[in-house]
Nanobody, 126 residues
Framework: QVQLAESGGGLVQPGGSLRLSCAAS????????VGWFRQAPGKERENVVVIRWIGTATYVIDYADSVKGRFTASRDPAVDTVYLQMDNLKPEDTAVYFCAADQTLWGRRASDYSYWGQGTQVTVST
């Protein structure tokens, strides 16, 4: 069982930056695959980053084309926290951002993940 809690959202102007955190509680979280998703009003939940566990403290990170070059994901196994650094934010990045985790499955579908946080709102606007 894993519990996830996102933080770090807020209001930022276009071109600005935010760093989201996803703190986990539970055993062996370091061995879990993690995904960052976002959901804008009236739209489906969209994956932005997949962090796939491939070995002890070793991960493969894959970004959606819409955020590639602007978002950077990382994780610190020592504190069971995953981060999403978001730079050069655009109004179309406005959404509720979720982190999700699964010990077995990984991918871009929401159904690939068993555990979800409550989400944090990111608003990019002047």
């Amino acid at each position: 069982q894993v519990q996830l809690a996102e933080s770090g959202g807020g209001l930022v102007q276009p071109g600005g930056s935010l760093r989201l955190s996803c703190a986990a509680s539970g055993r062996n979280f370091g061995n879990y695959h993690v995904g960052w998703f976002r959901q804008a009003p009236g739209k489906e939940r969209e994956n932005v980053v997949v962090i796939r566990w491939i070995g002890t403290a070793t991960y493969v990170i894959d970004y959606a084309d819409s955020v590639k070059g602007r978002f950077t994901a990382s994780r610190d196994p020592a504190v069971d926290t995953v981060y999403l650094q978001m730079d050069n934010l655009k109004p179309e990045d406005t959404a509720v951002y979720f982190c999700a985790a699964d010990q077995t499955l990984w991918g871009r579908r929401a159904s690939d993940y068993s555990y979800w946080g409550q989400g944090t709102q990111v608003t990019v606007s002047t």
